[in-house]
Nanobody, 136 residues
Framework: RCSLESGGGLVQAGGSLRLSCATSGFIFDDYAIAWFRQDPGRNREGVMGSQGVSAISNYDGAKYYADSVKGRFTISSDKAKNTVYLQLNNLKPEDTAVYYC????????????????????????WGKGTLVTVSS
């Protein structure tokens, strides 16, 4: 099982990026995929120190967004490609982070995930991350 993120880069404030999370090795429809991010200066904490940004259930299409990204980020899923995307618009310097995608079996989702988001410790598999840098 693995997930591979791509699409990060350097962009000016107000700009856009699209991140991709290509997955393999599991039944895509049975899992939710979440995006987390972590300040590049906090790498010592590992992914367990990251914060949830957005998530989508490939089972029923339900979505979650953190308050800090609502209205600016959009998550989507392409089942034919087993890939989840995160469109980042109107980027701000505080969005600078390493962005990770991770998965969780939908049967293990806490019913509150749509409002409270997902905890890093609940996720099963993680990608290696892609760096997004937003300059002011």
């Amino acid at each position: 099982r693995c997930s591979l993120e791509s699409g990060g880069g350097l962009v000016q404030a107000g700009g856009s990026l699209r991140l991709s999370c290509a997955t393999s090795g599991f039944i895509f429809d049975d899992y939710a995929i979440a995006w987390f991010r972590q300040d590049p200066g906090r790498n010592r904490e590992g992914v367990m120190g990251s914060q949830g940004v957005s998530a989508i259930s490939n089972y029923d299409g339900a979505k979650y967004y953190a308050d800090s990204v609502k209205g600016r980020f959009t998550i989507s899923s392409d089942k034919a490609k087993n890939t989840v995307y995160l469109q980042l618009n109107n980027l701000k310097p505080e969005d600078t982070a390493v962005y990770y995608c991770a998965n969780i079996w939908t049967g293990g989702l806490n019913p509150s995930w749509l409002t409270a988001g997902l905890e890093p410790g609940a996720m099963s598999w993680w990608g290696k991350g892609t760096l997004v840098t937003v300059s002011s």
